[in-house]
């Protein structure tokens, strides 16, 4: 069965060190997403792509973090610096078109900030 | 593994009976919905969606019911296992717009 992959599962960091994330969606699917889900509350989106291009990153905050899909395919989400405050779990979601049809999710990371 | 929701309202429910999880969505203009269920340490899992031309739709076990005039979506899960027990989440989308996700409610199943 076609799945979302994501790695890595668990991560640990430093306060002010760079962490990536990365995201494989499912096989054809145009629409990719990034949310964060902090612990006790739905998920939040960060960004959404459509193909290669940004969607929405409205909710991005771009002065830390950074995403990019630079072939439409897989995706790259990341946070430099890393503040304690982002400790939570990043999931990626991917869908064959841009709503309207179902988001199926990966795993996710789970990011931990010492 | 680690709790999903430690704050999240809880929903107990005997082994057997029926579930129902209600949910309030925030945009009028929402036109498809998506019920999740998350385990702990896990991404959302896609349960059943509806579309905003109906108010009602089955799956196996599971029924979603849609009332448009209040912004209400509620799931429906008929006798309730013990694998049932997760974090579940309603989520509504626009056409060409992100997944808002609602606040989620835990089910814990009693044996």
């Known amino acids: 069965e076609a799945e979302v992959a994501q790695s890595p599962r668990y991560k640990i960091t430093e306060k002010s060190q760079a962490v990536a994330f990365w995201c494989d969606p499912i096989?054809?699917?145009?629409?990719l997403y990034w949310y964060r889900q902090i612990l006790g509350q739905g998920p939040e989106l960060l960004v959404q792509f459509q193909d290669e291009s940004v969607v929405d990153d409205s909710q991005l905050p771009k002065d830390r973090f950074s995403a990019e899909r630079l072939k439409g395919v897989d995706s790259t989400l990341k946070i430099q610096p890393a503040e304690l405050g982002d400790s939570a779990m990043y999931l990626c979601a991917s869908s064959s078109s841009v709503g309207g049809t179902e988001a199926f999710f990966g795993q996710g990371t789970r990011l931990t900030v010492v | 593994g680690e709790s999903v929701g430690l704050h999240l309202p809880t929903l107990s429910v005997q082994e057997g009976d029926n579930s129902i999880i209600n949910c309030a969505y925030s945009?009028?203009?929402?036109?498809?919905f998506i019920w999740y269920k998350q385990e702990s340490g896990k991404g959302p899992q896609f349960i059943i969606d509806?579309?905003?031309?109906?108010d009602k739709r089955q799956g196996q076990r599971v029924t979603v019911l849609l009332n448009k005039t209040v912004k209400h979506l509620s799931l429906q899960i008929a006798a309730t296992q013990p694998g049932d027990s997760a974090v579940y989440f309603c989520a509504e989308n626009v056409f060409g717009q992100n997944f808002v996700f609602g606040p989620g409610t835990r089910l814990s199943v009693l044996p």
């Open positions: 945009n009028s203009a929402s036109d498809y």
């Open positions: 509806i579309r905003s031309n109906m």
């Open positions: 096989s054809g699917h145009a629409t």
